[in-house]
């Protein structure tokens, strides 16, 4: 087994069963990818959508040892979670618009202005700058200093979200809470208005930049809930200090209703609008593709 690879399974907690998976099922994916780049200069960019714990962050980062292996691209991968808004930030949001924009998640919350000079940064193949990075156990960006620099030109950037790619949704599919969680704390709708504002705004233009997008998709959000609790515990594993935020079974109950509306909505519409789909079964096996010539 490629070094890269050995690495890649001990970092994720993986099976070699995982490598087997995925070469049978991405194995079109890195085709299209690598092809769209030897018939362009520019940068490519690919956008991977997913609920939390759907296994995202794992696919952008096989993709990239993939590309860099097999076709010799640089390429590198991000998380929209690392352009999170600052503990501090975030309160000011909450005073300023709504109390439950102190907790990260929603459009709204990310650092928009900074992920759009990023994305700059890398399509004009630029070097020498740092590449933002999030610490969800201390809910606070990393020290600037402990950010990677970016030293070479890339030829394929992978951006992942849970809420990456979904459009707004339209102002009657506001009216109605989703959840027991919205109707008790957003009763005149201004959180999840605002949330959709910075959707179609801000977000979107952004979401436009991908040429090629990719769903995981979920069966449904009710496995939301055990998906961010292995991603919590697997957090839990790596921190050992007073300072951490690590979740709880009952602050995870509590934090994955903030991304309901949304996700729901991803599952209903993204499918069609995506040029890779992937569903998953409970067990985030892959049940079926769909791809988009």
């Not at 299209?32 to 956008?47: A, C, D």
């Not at 714990?53 to 640089?74: E, F, M, P, R």
């Not at 309160?91 to 709204?108: C, D, E, M, N, Y």
């Amino acid at each position: 087994m490629h070094p890269s690879l050995k690495s890649f399974i001990n970092q994720h907690q993986l099976t070699e069963k995982y490598l087997t998976m995925a070469e049978h099922e991405f194995n079109d994916l890195l085709s299209r990818i690598v092809s769209l780049k030897n018939n362009r200069t520019q940068t490519i960019f690919v956008g991977i959508n997913g609920c939390q714990g759907s296994g995202k962050t794992t696919l952008a980062t096989y993709l990239v040892i993939q590309l860099q292996k097999i076709a010799n691209l640089k390429a590198v991968s991000c998380s929209i979670d690392d352009f999170y808004l600052s503990k501090n930030e975030r309160v000011q949001l909450a005073h300023s618009i709504h109390p439950l924009f102190k907790t990260r998640g929603v459009p709204g919350t990310h650092n928009i202005k900074l992920l759009n000079k990023t994305l700059e940064n890398f399509s004009k193949q630029k070097v020498g700058w740092q590449l933002s990075q999030f610490n969800k156990a201390t809910d606070n960006p990393k020290p600037e200093e402990l950010w990677p620099v970016i030293t070479t030109k890339m030829d394929v950037v992978i951006i992942e979200g849970w809420c990456w790619g979904i459009p707004a949704q339209q102002p009657s599919e506001l009216i109605k809470p989703i959840n027991d969680f919205e109707k008790k704390n957003d009763k005149t709708n201004q959180w999840r208005n605002y949330a959709n504002q910075q959707l179609k705004n801000n977000y979107q233009k952004l979401h436009n930049k991908m040429d090629i997008m990719v769903m995981l998709k979920a069966p449904s959000f009710d496995c939301v809930y055990q998906w961010r609790l292995e991603q919590e515990q697997k957090l839990a594993s790596k921190v050992n200090n007073e300072q951490s935020t690590v979740m709880n079974e009952q602050d995870i109950s509590f934090f994955i209703q903030h991304f309901q509306r949304l996700t729901e909505h991803a599952l209903k519409v993204l499918p069609t609008q995506v040029d890779f789909l992937f569903e998953l079964d409970l067990n985030r096996q892959i049940t079926s593709r769909v791809i988009k010539a």
